[in-house]
Every structure is written in C-alpha cells, then in structure tokens.
C-alpha cells in the first residue's frame, strides 16, 4: 500500500515539466537529476542543460523540481515587476532549514517579518555605516600585508584562496561582532573566531552534499524519519551550527546587557535596529543601493515616540550575523582569489591598475572609503573579475507564490527558479569575446550597453544581496593597499595552464586544485 503510494506521488511529482511543455534533462526515480549535478558540477551541469534545451530547462535537485529561467523578460518579471509573486527564495531541499536558526535569517524568512527585518538591516549598509566600519577593515587589511609580507621574505608560494578567505572572515569577525579574531596569523588568542571559522567551513560542505542531505533531498516524503536519525546523531556528534550558535550567542546577549554608543561595527547596528510597530515597508526601498532612503525612513520614525517599536529578536541577530559570516568570507575570499589569479595572468591589467592605485596614494596620502571607490579602472578590474570568473553559482532563486504565466508558459507556484547568472556572464549572445579578460568593457563608455539582468553578480531587486556595498569595499580596498606594494606572480604550476580548473556546488564554484600565487615587492 504504501510503496503504491509512494510509486504513484513521485511519478506525479517528475511528470510536472513534462505535463507543462518545459524540457529539461531525464530524471531519475531516486534521485532525480542530482547524481548528474554531482558528478559534473552544477555549473558545467546547468550550463550544459541550457546549451541543449534552451531558455527554459525543468530538473530535480532530488525530488525538489527546479525551473532554470534564461528569458530575460521573466527574469525582471520575477526579480522587480511582479516581486510581490515571488518574494520568497527558492529551496532545493529540506536540510537546508533543518535547523530552527535557520528560519530566522534574511535568506529563508518570507512575507512581512522579511519585509520588516530587510528594512531594519539594511540601513546598516548605508555609506554613513560603511565609512564608520572602514577603520575596522583597515585593521584587517593591515594584518593581511603583514602575512603576506612573511611570505615574500620565504619567497614561499601560497595557497591565495585560503588566505583571502582568512582575510575576509576576519574582516567580518572585527565588522560584524567588533572583536579581533586571530585568523589571518593563525593564533589561539580567539578561539571562538576559529572555532567559527572552521564551524562555517564544516557547514558550506554540507553544500556538496553530506548523505544526510542525501536522503532529505532525494526522499523529503521520509522527512519525520530523517529529523528522527538527525535527533540522534546530534546526540552524539554535535551539529556544526549548534557548535557555532554556542560561541556566537554569549556575544549578542553580552552586547545587548553592555550597549556602546561608541561601537561601529554591524552587530552594533542590528541591535539598534527598530521601527515603529506596525508602521508600512515600502519594497522598493529594499533593493540594494537603497540603504541611504532605508535610513531617512526609520530616522523618521523614530521622531515617534508615542508607537511601540519593534527590533530584531536576539535570536534574529544570531541568525542574521551567522549568515553574514558565513555567506560573506566564502563568496568574498574565493572571489578575491579569482581577482588575484586574474591580475597574476593578466599582467598589462595589473601594471595600469597599480598606477591608478599609487596615484590616488601619492595624491591623497591613504586610502579611504571615498577614494577606493573613485578608483574607475578598479572598479572596472573587479567588475570584470566578477563576471569572467563568478564565484556563486545556484545562488540566485525565487519562488511563486501563485501560478504565473509568461509568453504561454506556466511557472507553478512552490517551483524553485534559478536564474542562470554563472552561464549568462559568459553567453556570446550578450558579451563580445566572453573568454577574454577585458576591463575595458566596464569603462563608463561602455558600462551603459551592459544589461543588469545578465550581469547581476550580487542580484537584483529587492531581494537582491544586502552585503554587495560591504563586499566592494573590502575588495577594493585590500587590492588598492596590496597592489601599492606588491606585485601577484603565478606559480609555476599555473603558468601553463589556459584555464583554472573549476569545480562546483549547487552554490558556490570554486578552483579545484586550489590558487597558487607568488608575492614580489614592487
């Protein structure tokens, strides 16, 4: 009775692009298209599938139907016109929410309470905040000259991926919780950032899929007998995310009993975060760049002091700052890496940003928030990083609602929709020579013909990455100090290569066999 059942739901479930005219490549009973994604990559996978079925390919991460939408009309449909339809991000399995914690970031909360939480952190990014949690990151960026300093004097090559992601894990240990974290030297004098940072490594290869994800994703009609097995062996082995919610919550409560006016870092922010009770959310003003409108807004509000206010919960700070960790130093360290290897192989782009860089130091004394982000070529340099070598991959994705329809096409709701930004940063259709590394095509002349539905590296519209500002910063100013005074060189064991050697989560893309760089004084 039960394997009818079972039969009868699952051939119902892997029929519905089929009944809905959508290709897409054959699922398998079990696992649907997952076995392929892992076997190949989901980046070489995806852009496979869209090679062979077009604008439109339906597929299964496990039993969870996924829907790759290239048509760009759509997309700006999805993400901005008819935003309030499809609000929600897309989920490609159940573990990815197992945990309760999990519920309370920006990521994976929905409807109002998301509307009210994007609201309240987002002035968090605004310029004003950028430029008080600069000096934090100078810090950091000190630190990392310093490393990689030692490195140069062993004329020793290193590993760039790891050590950008220590620098940027740093960076958002000292922004998000004011504390230094003892990362980039590798020393015992915080053990909760390593302790965090080792945690968050543990929890981002979860991504490539333990066999616990395994079966919640390719069986989630057995899901109260995998949360049953997960009960268990949390008894035994303790969960990566419990480990690291036992190390982050003692600072939230600490920081919220000892409030400091003085404190610029985001955590700060969180906890001042509130709003009149009740008071509308304007979704307009949720996209990112809107941060400086967010403010004036709850200044406003504030003036108000006859309404109650609501803020974020403990619990939602916790949530909040775990995924700014997480998310940020992998995304942010692999892309600098990416940077780093580009200006190695590309050594023209290297020696003309290097002037523009010593110019503005020469002129200015320092780098600043200001200056950095008036530096055109490196603007265009990581613009162009960022689209030859993205470092996200299945990151941008949306839910319906309801059933939507487009150009005779139905998009059913609860259907997870991918858009396709990995495959289209490098689509002849909408790039000339798209394997080749060209700044040029982001000088101002040309930054005009470029379409922000195909080059979104942080999304777009409202749901689109609150961090890209606090990213850009780090990146600009971390190549803007070490460029000054040094120089990228391949090692020897890259400098035949044509290509880097990618490999892929469902997320993230990452170089197989690691970045291996040199260091040379200017």
């Not at 807004?297 to 504030?302: C, E, L, S």
């Not at 059933?403 to 997870?416: E, L, M, Q, R, W």
């Amino acid at each position: 009775m039960f394997a009818t059942w079972f039969f009868v739901k699952r051939k119902k479930k892997f029929s519905i692009f089929k009944d809905l005219g959508i290709p897409g490549p054959p699922p398998s009973f079990i696992s649907g298209n997952l076995s392929e994604i892992l076997d190949k990559g989901a980046a070489a996978a995806f852009n496979e599938w869209i090679e062979k079925y077009g604008d439109y390919v339906g597929f299964f991460n496990g039993a969870y139907p996924c829907l790759i939408v290239k048509d760009l009309e759509l997309i700006k449909n999805i993400q901005i016109k008819d935003f309030s339809n499809f609000h929600r991000r897309g989920v490609f399995s159940g573990f990815a929410r197992v945990h309760p914690i999990d519920k309370l970031n920006l990521i994976n909360t929905t409807g109002q309470r998301w509307k009210e939480m994007r609201s309240l952190i987002t002035p968090a990014f605004a310029t004003s905040n950028m430029k008080k949690m600069a000096s934090l990151m100078e810090d950091s960026t000190d630190e990392f000259l310093s490393v990689v300093e030692c490195l140069r004097l062993k004329s020793q090559s290193f590993e760039a991926r790891e050590l950008f992601q220590r620098l940027s894990a740093d960076v958002i240990f000292r922004s998000a919780f004011g504390l230094k974290s003892g990362l980039q030297q590798r020393t015992a004098s915080n053990k909760t950032a390593e302790s965090l940072f080792q945690g968050s490594i543990g929890l981002l290869k979860m991504f490539k899929l333990s066999w616990r994800g395994y079966l919640f994703t390719c069986f989630p009609e057995f899901g109260p007998l995998w949360r049953v097995i997960l009960w268990l062996t949390s008894r035994y082995n303790k969960p990566v995310t419990d480990m690291i919610l036992d190390d982050v919550t003692p600072i939230v409560q600490y920081r919220r009993e000892n409030r400091n006016a003085t404190r610029t870092d985001f955590l700060q922010q969180m906890l001042n975060a509130e709003a009149d009770e009740g008071a509308p959310v304007n979704e307009n003003s949720l996209a990112t760049g809107d941060a400086e409108r967010t403010t004036e807004g709850n200044d406003a509000q504030k003036l108000n002091t006859d309404q109650k206010t609501r803020g974020l919960t403990n619990a939602e700070i916790v949530a909040n700052g775990l995924l700014f960790f997480v998310a940020g130093f992998e995304t942010t360290g692999t892309a600098m890496s990416f940077l780093a290897y580009a200006l190695a192989r590309h050594e023209d782009v290297q020696e003309r940003l290097r002037k523009e860089v010593l110019a503005v130091l020469e002129r200015d004394g320092a780098f600043t928030y200001d200056n950095v982000f008036g530096i055109k070529y490196l603007d265009q340099v990581i613009s162009e990083s960022l689209r030859y070598q993205p470092s996200v991959v299945g990151f941008i994705t949306r839910t319906g609602t309801h059933d939507y329809v487009h150009n005779n096409k139905t998009v059913p709701a609860g259907i997870s929709i991918l858009v396709p930004s990995y495959y289209m940063s490098r689509d002849a259709t909408y790039w000339a020579e798209p394997g080749k590394f060209d700044p040029d095509r982001f000088a101002t002349e040309n930054k005009s013909q470029i379409d922000p539905t195909v080059y979104q590296p942080f999304g777009q519209g409202p749901r689109s990455c609150i961090g890209m500002r606090f990213a850009q910063m780090e990146m600009k100013l971390t190549m803007a100090k070490t460029l000054a005074k040094y120089r990228f060189v391949l090692d020897d064991r890259h400098v035949k290569e044509k290509e880097l050697k990618i490999g892929s989560s469902f997320l993230f893309a990452y170089p197989e066999d690691g970045i291996w760089l040199k260091i040379e004084e200017v």
